[in-house]
């Protein structure tokens, strides 16, 4: 079992910037592909980012690259998402999860969740 723990949400304005930490409750982190996910109030959840194993590889969803920067750190069984020039539509709550396939939509563990809100 691995627990998954979302902090750094806050309350900024439009154009201000935040790093989400999500941490693990074991060594084990280095196996899985971590991801980033959110959702907005009356939404669907989505795709936000997600970085292999290594951290060779990484993605993020159309509407957050340029802004947003996924990074891990496995001596610290930590996932980073480096969020800048938020927008008022990257209002969301944020989770992480992980999986042991980076190719496949297969999440083992999910975090509980930090709350993102951009003021306009």
């Known amino acids: 079992q691995v627990q998954l723990v979302e902090s750094g949400g806050d309350s900024v304005q439009q154009g201000g910037s935040l790093r989400l930490s999500c941490a693990a409750s074991r060594r084990t982190f280095s196996l899985y592909t971590m991801t980033w996910f959110r959702q907005a109030p009356g939404k669907e959840r989505e795709f936000v980012a997600t970085i292999s194993r290594t951290g060779d590889i990484t993605d993020l969803t159309d509407s957050v690259k340029g802004r947003f920067t996924i990074s891990r750190d496995n001596a610290k069984n930590t996932v980073y998402l480096q969020m800048n020039s938020l927008k008022p539509e990257d209002t969301a709550v944020y989770y992480c999860?992980?999986?042991?396939?980076?190719?496949?939509?297969?999440?083992?563990?999910w975090g509980q969740g930090t709350q993102v809100t951009v003021s306009s």
């Open positions: 999860a992980a999986k042991t396939n980076y190719y496949k939509n297969e999440y083992s563990y």
